[in-house]
């Protein structure tokens, strides 16, 4: 049965979007991975599955390339919010995601913005596997941690150029003080306003971009008192903008774009 679907990318972080709207959801683990598959299959970082919802406009489900389930990815739900809008002719809708009701507006420039909620600094929400100081972890380099959704650590660094992303970031994501695995990010600050992020991504490996890893990165700076409450984040693929106010919910800001659509077969 043919599977019809849409590819887009944000800053190089690329995802495909399949409407199930009106649909039973079909997409298991083991479909994830072979859509995922990039010499066998369509291949992406994210896989979003859009459904119906009561108290939404839709509900989005994510995956990894590996089947892996994740609760949030910020460049996905960008795309998911762009299509829907374009489809409804309005400047905002509402997506349910495990994170919860996550409002997306329309920024000038073909950009989207969403409101992915407040992070969560506790030790037992990231989770860690043990009470600690998630602003800075005890082990080599001293990370910090938090959770957008999915869990995140934050190493901050000299030279980012300077770092084998693809040689650390496999031990890192799977240390033990991480029980559900962890994304790991390295942070150069250039200045208070401008970071440059390279990412090993949980279940993905190294991305072009991620949405929610920017959003933790630049979190867990303004907590280390490095970065104002407004932050462009320079990713392998591009640009987007982080807003905190220490408080609330974190604003992801940047363009999405697609790439192509069609049917996947052999499903």
């Not at 043919?2 to 083991?30: E, N, S, Y």
């Not at 390339?65 to 795309?79: K, M, V």
């Not at 910090?144 to 190493?155: E, F, K, R, V």
């Amino acid at each position: 049965m043919p599977l019809p679907f849409v590819k887009m990318h944000a800053h190089g972080d690329d995802f495909i979007i399949i409407d199930r709207r009106g649909q039973d959801d079909l997409i298991t683990a083991q479909i994830a991975r072979r859509l995922g598959n990039r010499h066998t299959g369509i291949g992406f970082n994210q896989l979003a599955v859009v459904l119906d919802c009561a108290d939404a406009a839709a509900r989005v489900k994510f995956w990894n390339p590996n089947g892996t389930p994740l609760a949030t990815c910020g460049s996905a739900t960008r795309g998911v919010a762009d299509r829907l809008m374009h489809e409804t002719g309005t400047q905002s809708v509402v997506l349910r995601t495990d994170r919860g009701l996550l409002t997306c507006t329309r920024a000038p420039g073909r950009q989207v913005a969403v409101n992915m909620g407040p992070p969560s600094l506790g030790w037992a929400d990231v989770p860690l596997a043990e009470a600690m100081d998630t602003g800075a972890l005890a082990i080599d380099g001293a990370p910090a941690a938090c959770s957008m959704g999915n869990p995140h650590c934050t190493y901050f660094v000299d030279d980012v150029a300077a770092i084998d992303v693809a040689a650390l970031g496999p031990a890192l994501e799977v240390h033990p003080w991480f029980p559900a695995k962890t994304n790991v990010h390295f942070v150069q600050v250039l200045d208070r306003r401008h970071i440059r992020l390279r990412i090993w991504e949980r279940g993905g490996g190294v991305p072009l971009g991620s949405g929610s890893c920017c959003c933790a990165a630049v979190v867990n700076g303004i907590r280390r008192g490095l970065l104002d409450d407004t932050v462009a984040v320079q990713c392998d693929g591009g640009t987007v903008t982080v807003q905190w106010d220490g408080q609330g919910g974190v604003i992801l800001t940047g363009s999405v774009e697609p790439i192509m659509q069609g049917s996947a077969y052999g499903l």
